[in-house]
């Protein structure tokens, strides 16, 4: 027989939550506007979304800032048409700490390899913790989204670590998928919202390319 992937499991999942009388509260790792675009229109009718900003990886803290403004822009905008009350969950930005610790002992891994990899469960974990704390009943992250990253290797990431966060469930995604791809860049283009070049650390300004 043949295994469920995880868009399947997705469309049987949203189908299922569709049914409940109250919406589930949903913690949504951004990274940035566009990025976010798809799985906000997407999910929003579903469950009761709030985002959450943590992304320490992105160099220089002038493009943090701008990713950040921008996702604001682009979530009051969203409010403002749906009639909905999204909000965004700030952690401290400290790409040097992140850097030192983490990204530079991967620093000649090629975009999208080990380095990448731990990047991705790094703030996969934070978004469980702080959905494990704070009561929310699903998780995820919009980083599925992206043409560069891998939607089955984040999965399988998110995947193990949830295990380690029984209370919460996480919602595997495949955010490129349905009109995930063309919605944001139909947003980016016809709102003029910012789409960055590059993924975020120094590592990746050597690999220009629309995320
Ligand atoms: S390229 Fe992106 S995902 Fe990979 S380590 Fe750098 S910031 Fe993280």
Same mark, same amino acid.
């Given at each position: ?56 990886? %992105?160099?220089? #803290?002038?493009?943090? =800032?701008?990713?950040? !403004?921008?996702?604001? $822009? ?5 409010? @403002? ?63 599925? %989204?992206?043409? #560069?990253?891998?939607? =089955?290797?984040?999965? !399988?990431?998110?995947? $193990? ?5 029984? @209370? ?44």
């Amino acid at each position: 027989m043949n295994k469920k992937t995880d868009h399947q499991w997705e469309i049987e999942k949203l189908k299922e939550l569709k049914q409940l009388k109250n919406k589930p509260s949903l913690l949504m790792h951004s990274c940035c506007a566009v990025c976010n675009s798809w799985p906000l229109e997407y999910l929003y009718s579903v469950f009761d979304i709030t985002l959450y900003y943590n992304n320490s990886n %992105i160099y220089p #803290q002038s493009e943090y =800032d701008h990713r950040l !403004g921008e996702l604001h $822009k682009y979530v009051d905008l969203f409010n @403002e048409n749906h009639k909905t009350n999204i909000t965004i969950i700030e952690e401290p930005y400290d790409y040097e700490t992140y850097h030192k610790t983490y990204l530079v002992k991967r620093s000649e891994d090629r975009e999208g390899a080990q380095r990448c990899g731990m990047c991705y469960a790094l703030r996969i974990t934070e978004a469980l913790k702080y959905a494990s704390v704070h009561k929310f009943d699903y998780v995820t992250t919009v980083m599925t %989204i992206s043409r #560069q990253k891998s939607a =089955d290797k984040i999965n !399988g990431i998110a995947r $193990k670590l949830a295990t380690g966060y029984p @209370e919460v469930h996480y919602f595997y995604s495949n955010f490129k998928k349905e009109k995930g791809i063309d919605f944001s860049v139909n947003v980016s283009k016809g709102l003029g919202i910012y789409r960055q070049e590059y993924c975020g650390c120094e590592y990746s300004t050597d690999n220009l390319h629309e995320e």
